[in-house]
């Protein structure tokens, strides 16, 4: 394309609009020129483009090895709001060089008891740590002291389930100009051409209650100025103030069904104040078996911890045993009194009692940690760092005095106060209120509507009192046009097949919920029995091990005298000894599993935090809650009867229900 052909388009175009009449001339003119100038922008379009194709000069590039790279994320103090803070709150606790052999006497004795150890894990655990690794593998799925308040504050929480009956403002402001031709004059008051300037202001201000009942208030002003020549007025200004009620009579009325769905609550949608409140308490009995579980791990964690001290205690006691033995024979071999395979078999022994020794300290025996891993799990369980300096010693003393226990009342205690049971027991509530709010919201639409309006009209808005309508303020207060209508509104879906399935997906999950409290109950009674069961158990391991250490320990002395004398071979001193290591070391495995077995008692039965003091409470409020709550108090005490601080008795029947 070039200017030749743009000069034949313009040509082509003006043509036919020299033929034209004389009265479309203009028209055909100015669609000419309109039809010219995007010919001329395109002739500009396609000589840029061939232009820049022509001095297009390629840059080769070399292509790039990998198509994404791993990074790491640059993380701010400043926030998006441009408030910056100080670093973190709490600093990471750096860590001294691990704990072994070769400096383990150099550590510090930290003594402290159990009660101590859980004051310390509630202290510290802003995350409630979990055996495993969760909180590196699943970040997601661990519990922490913000969980709560970030699910109080999120849009399912109260308070935005509460805003839902807040009151609601909206406001426009709009103008226009309009210019408009009309063929026949009547259309156009009398004028073939009309020019209008117009404005429109709107406020609303509305309300919705428990009952389903939204309250409106709208103030509505309108101003138009045009050059209508059958105006009584050049410009105008009409002004509505306007009041409505609507109340619905079948679907979504009543307190019921708006605070357990919402207002405008659609079938199967329920987000109303008592589904919040009931999820805000099911999150405190996940945040609550989430401490007890971190109070139990912490407990366990101390009781192995004192078996691993004394486990390691029997080791280096038979360990320092052995080398007795051995320098008894090696001494009576240097005297040629001995026998060489006597003296090899006691030093095998010692050297064996001190392997066990050097397990017992950093690895495991038997399946069971050594004294710096079950220190160090402790220690990730209360928060600390892996080392300080220190090593955590305990120091309570455990219980080894028979305990009796009633089954059946550990049964009512285990089905009253498991958090687990109470957690699925608002779970069914929740249902419940599900299954009434989808048989509600079932129904028709049918609401009553009534509305009431009064109009001011004017020249002006304010001014121009003096003459009949002038002002439309003044024709607001003093005039007498009033609006109002009542009536009735009626709508659904004819099937409602949306709303039945609604009630059946409730009755479902109902059924649902109910037969997992069913199990739940018989899992925890069986989960109890063995509880019970345990600690029975436990305690007949105390009695049978000491006895057999009492019988080991007396069988030791008289060997050893014999072999000192030479009346009896030094293998069945050794190997009384292993036994009488062995059966020590059982007496206080049995003692930490009968105290394990008691902390599993208490935490079948659903009382492990009473036993340790521990409620949960809210923290503390803010100074402009304290004052609120202090401003509010007058008006929820205890009255009698007749009594009222207003001039208006409160409706109210009591407290809601949960």
Known sequence: MNESDSKFLINAWRQPACRAKQSSLRSDVFRGATLAS????????????RKASLEYEPICQPCADVYQRIENATIDDCDCDGSCQNGCDDPLQVSLPPVTISNFSEQEAWELTVDECVRLALTNSKVLQKLGGVVTNSPAAVTTLFDQAINETSGGGIEAALSAFDAQVNSSLFFNHNERKFNNLFFGGGAAAVTTDAAAFR??????????????????????????????????????????????????????VNRIAGPNAMPGVYNGVLISRIRSDISLADFERSVRDLIRDVERGYWELYFAYHDLNTRLEARDAAREVWENRKLRLDNGIGRPDDEAQARQQYFSFQAQSESALTGTTNGQPGVLGAERTLRRLLGLAPVDGRLIRPTSDPAIAPVVLDWEQSQSIALERRVEIRRQQWSIKQRQLELCASRNLNQWQFDVVGQYGFRGFGDNLFGSRSRPEGSAFDDLINGDLDDWQVGLELGGAIGKRRGYVAIRN?????????????????????????????????????????NSNVAVQEELLPKRKRVDAGQDEVFFLLDTQQRATAAASNVHRAIANYNQALLEYDYACGRLLQRHGITLEEGPWDAAATANAFERAPYFQARGPNVCDRDVCPVSAGPLVQ
């Open 38 to 49: 995007f010919a001329l922008l395109f002739v500009i379009g396609c000589s840029a483009q």
């Open 203 to 256: 406020t609303d201000l509305s309300k919705t209650t428990a009952t389903g009942t939204r309250f409106t208030l709208r103030n509505q002003i309108d101003y138009n100025r045009n050059n209508v020549p059958i105006n009584r007025f050049g410009s105008v200004y009409d002004w509505l103030n306007l009041v409505e009620v609507r109340q619905p009579l079948w679907r979504g009325a009543g307190t019921a």
């Open 506 to 546: 409730a009755e479902l999950n109902l059924a649902r919920e109910k037969t997992i409290l069913k199990e739940q109950k018989r899992q925890l009674l069986h989960d109890l029995n063995a509880a019970f069961v345990e600690v029975d158990r436990a305690m007949a391991a105390i009695r049978t091990s000491y």
